[in-house]
């Protein structure tokens, strides 16, 4: 207390000048249109850019629950598109027998500039994540899982000398195995494709669905270049990704609820 009764001694004519122009100001203001309409806008001006301000650091930190409902929202329509084919009939029995469940992730880790490339995703075993899912992202394939922990998977990227994934030309199903030269990490290349198939430059490629790990008709790229290979009769295509593999967020793993009723069947086919 005495220290403010002390502020106030010390600083008595500056403060008292204060108290004097604020009174002058306020009669001013109040006697003179001019004065007032131009202290209204100036006050509307300092509040609109004040809330505005807030409504930009309100929507900043709520970015990352925003995110969370987007991912949540595309999960169920891809569950959606990957579990109906035709008709409004089908699609409410495949909301109760689903083919395929669609698991959330981060791509946390990427790597695209070693001939055997590897991503990490923020789900693991916790959360359904199995090895050899396959797993996507809004625009495309990523790779397939290989490792799994209690709160991490890696997966095998497209990026990688190893990988072979079904896919075909979105306008017929002439198939072949998608694979990677180690040259460019956004464009991957589409082998074994019969001479016969009718292609063109800017042709859709999509999952070829002949495994139970991606199902059939997910984007992949564009056909960028193609060529013949002369000995074999079968082309050659340059495939630019639909993903940028360099700039990856958000993924989803796809779990087929089927899976393991195929490939039992599938290894009773083998035995004989």
Do not use: C
Request: aromatic share 12%; hydrophobic share 40%; no cysteine.
């Amino acid at each position: 207390m005495r220290q403010i009764f002390l502020f106030f001694s010390k600083n008595k004519d500056f403060l008292f000048f204060l108290l004097l122009l604020s009174i002058s100001m306020w009669f001013t203001i109040s006697s003179h249109t001019y004065h007032k309409s131009k202290f209204v806008n100036s006050a509307n001006y300092f509040a609109g850019n004040l809330f505005l301000m807030s409504n930009d650091i309100h929507e900043y930190f709520g970015l990352k629950k925003e995110n969370d409902i987007l991912s949540k929202e595309n999960r169920y329509l891809k569950e959606l598109l990957f579990n109906h084919k035709n008709g409004v009939a089908e699609l409410q029995d495949s909301l109760l027998n689903k083919n395929y469940t669609i698991i959330s992730a981060k791509v946390i880790n990427n790597s695209y500039q070693n001939k055997d490339n590897y991503l990490t995703i923020s789900a693991g075993r916790k959360a359904g994540v199995k090895r050899e899912m396959g797993v996507i992202t809004s625009n495309g394939i990523l790779g397939i899982v290989d490792e799994v922990s209690t709160n991490f998977s890696t997966v095998f990227s497209i990026l990688n000398s190893k990988s072979r994934i079904n896919a075909r030309l979105k306008n017929s199903y002439h198939f072949g195995s998608l694979v990677w030269n180690q040259k460019n990490p956004n464009i991957v290349q589409l082998i074994d494709v019969p001479r016969i198939a009718p292609i063109r430059i800017g042709d859709t490629i999509v999952t070829g669905g002949k495994s139970s790990i991606f199902p059939d008709g997910i984007p992949i790229g564009i056909v960028k270049n193609f060529e013949v290979n002369t000995f074999s009769n079968y082309f050659s295509i340059d495939i630019l990704l639909f993903n940028d593999m360099t700039n990856l967020n958000n993924a989803f793993i796809l779990k087929n609820n089927l899976r393991k009723e195929i490939l039992e069947l599938e290894s009773k086919v083998n035995e004989k």
